[in-house]
């Protein structure tokens, strides 16, 4: 089992920019891929975005509006979610999680789990 360890979340004003980090341990990536989901209070965990770990590969849930990218750095088992133009609907608490298939988008797929940070998007 893997263990996987989101930092970077916190308060930001709409129209900033803010980088999760998930870091992980515990468990050879080399052939999976690592997916970032959010959840606001009242809704159901909604997928953001994947990167495949052996080359970098991304794919983002449309419904992101390009806003988000999704980054690793693999000498330091590092996933990286990069938010930019953030609105008051981006607040969630944000996870990372690590599935066996690129382009797995949901929850299901995913079989390790960070404990999620919280960002908040608030003037």
């Known amino acids: 089992q893997a263990q996987l360890v989101e930092s970077g979340g916190g308060l930001v004003q709409p129209g900033g920019s803010l980088t999760l980090a998930c870091t992980t341990s515990?468990?050879?990536?080399?052939?999976?891929?690592m997916g970032w989901f959010r959840q606001a209070p009242g809704k159901e965990r909604e997928f953001v975005g994947t990167?495949?770990?052996?080359?970098?590969?991304?794919w983002y849930m449309p419904t992101m509006g390009g806003r988000f990218k999704i980054s690793r750095d693999k000498a330091k088992n590092t996933a990286y979610l990069q938010m930019s133009n953030l609105k008051p609907e981006d607040t969630a608490i944000y996870y990372c999680?690590?599935?066996?298939?690129?382009?797995?988008?949901?929850?299901?797929?995913?079989?390790?789990w960070g404990q999620g940070t919280q960002v908040t998007v608030s003037s």
């Open positions: 999680a690590a599935a066996a298939e690129y382009i797995a988008i949901t929850a299901q797929e995913y079989f390790d």
């Open positions: 515990g468990r050879a990536f080399r052939s999976y891929a």
């Open positions: 990167i495949k770990w052996s080359d970098g590969s991304a």
